[in-house]
């Protein structure tokens, strides 16, 4: 157990800069996520954690000690991979005792600890299979067991799931979730999969070309995200964008004003955009979650300012909601509307946005309008 410190860390290749200034604080405990799009640092983030990778500035802090100058082995870390090859010849057993019998542990204490990793992982009754005899998910629980024999102060995890299909991935995404409360351990786990981060992290950083857009609790950054760039990578589907202009009228009330519709900025959402003033006349980009828009007939009390007729071009039933892919003119949108509604492919509809759930961003520097 240990806290995890990057200082202002930055990784060169040459010319690419892989990690840019990088500040994270991990607390002693916590299950932090790293996430981004392929090539933005998670993995080179992680192996600098690691030892696998010098860092070419800053500083990295494994509890109080700085570990730039130490070898991977004595970080008293354990990594798992994505492709964590197991010994082919050897059983689950002596796949886990493996690393402790190189470091030369007394037999009784790599017994102890593999039967121990192996009651926390349910995979006792798999002790004498050899990897081929085993599925996908449990010869991943194996190579989290490996992980575990070693009781490292800190584990880091690069895309662990990948190799494992859907289902089996939502399953083992909730495992090690409960393997963490069990363990009581510093987690870092990379994934480009916005789901994991969300469902697994305690808190996510969000990477972009090797810099990091934000850090926050999953739903502190789905409710708030600080730019264009984090709103439209959290959430499926997607955020939708929408070049806008701000409008105020001789009430002093706001709008959102586009070539399909002209909608009322709340008052709440108002107060909260302070400012908002400094958009009227202007473009602006206005953001609206598919969640938060329906088909106005399933809203009958919601405020007329809210809604507009749009026509729809695919509608997508899913059972448990629709996806209807609305025609803004230049601009698609899309909706999750509540399984009763009865639109079709091709008909017009009028439809109600949740303003109150409305983001703004400048379209310029791309940041959410304060
Ligand atoms: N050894 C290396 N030499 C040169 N460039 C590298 C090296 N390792 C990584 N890079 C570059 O650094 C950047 C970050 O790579 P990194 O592997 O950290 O990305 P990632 O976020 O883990 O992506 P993915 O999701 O695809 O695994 C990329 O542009 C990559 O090409
Ligand atoms: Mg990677």
């Not at 202009?245 to 001789?250: F, L, Q, S, Y």
């Not at 007329?304 to 039933?317: G, I, L, M, Q, R």
Request: hydrophobic letters at 40%; glycine letters at 6%; a negative charge.
């Amino acid at each position: 157990m240990a806290k995890v410190v990057l200082e202002n860390v930055t990784k060169r290749f040459g010319d690419v800069v892989a990690v840019k200034d990088a500040n994270i604080d991990i607390p002693d405990r916590e299950f932090v996520v790293l996430v981004g799009p392929s090539g933005c640092g998670k993995s080179t983030t992680l192996r600098m954690v690691a030892g696998l990778e010098e860092v070419t500035e800053g500083n990295i802090y494994i509890g109080d000690t700085l570990v730039n100058d130490i070898p991977p082995k004595d970080r008293d870390i354990a990594m798992v991979f994505q492709n964590y090859a197991l010994y082919p010849h050897m059983d689950v057993y002596n796949n886990m005792a493996f690393g402790l019998k190189l470091r030369k542990f007394p037999k009784d204490e790599i017994d102890r600890r593999v039967k121990e990793a192996a009651r926390i992982l349910g995979i006792e009754n798999l002790l004498h299979r050899k990897p081929k005899e085993l599925s996908g998910g449990q010869r991943q629980r194996v190579a989290v067991g490996r992980a575990i024999v070693r009781e490292p102060k800190v584990f880091l995890m690069d895309e662990p799931l990948s190799n494992l299909d859907a289902k089996l991935r939502v399953q083992m995404r909730a495992e090690l979730s409960k393997l963490h409360n069990r363990l009581q351990t510093t987690i870092i786990y990379v994934t480009h999969d916005q789901v994991e981060a969300m469902t697994m992290g305690d808190r996510i950083v969000v990477m972009k070309d090797g810099v990091i857009q934000q850090i926050g609790a999953p739903l502190e950054i789905y409710h708030k995200p600080k730019n264009i760039f984090v709103a439209g990578f959290i959430g499926s589907p997607a955020m939708n964008f929408v070049e806008v202009v701000i409008r105020k009228d001789e009430q002093g009330r706001y709008w959102v004003e586009h070539e399909a519709f002209k909608l009322r900025i709340p008052d709440e959402k108002v107060r909260e955009l302070q400012d908002l003033p400094k958009y009227v006349d202007k473009k602006a980009v206005f953001g609206i979650r598919p969640e938060n828009i329906e088909d106005a007939a399933i809203v009958p009390d919601g405020r007329e300012d809210a809604t507009f007729v749009a026509n729809v071009d695919v509608v997508e039933p899913m059972g448990a909601e629709i996806f209807a892919y609305l025609n803004l003119g230049d601009q698609s949108v899309v909706a999750r509307f509540d399984p009763a509604s009865t639109v079709q492919d091709g008909q017009q509809v009028r439809v109600y946005f949740q303003m109150e759930k409305m983001y703004l961003f400048d379209p310029e520097t791309e940041e959410a309008v304060a």
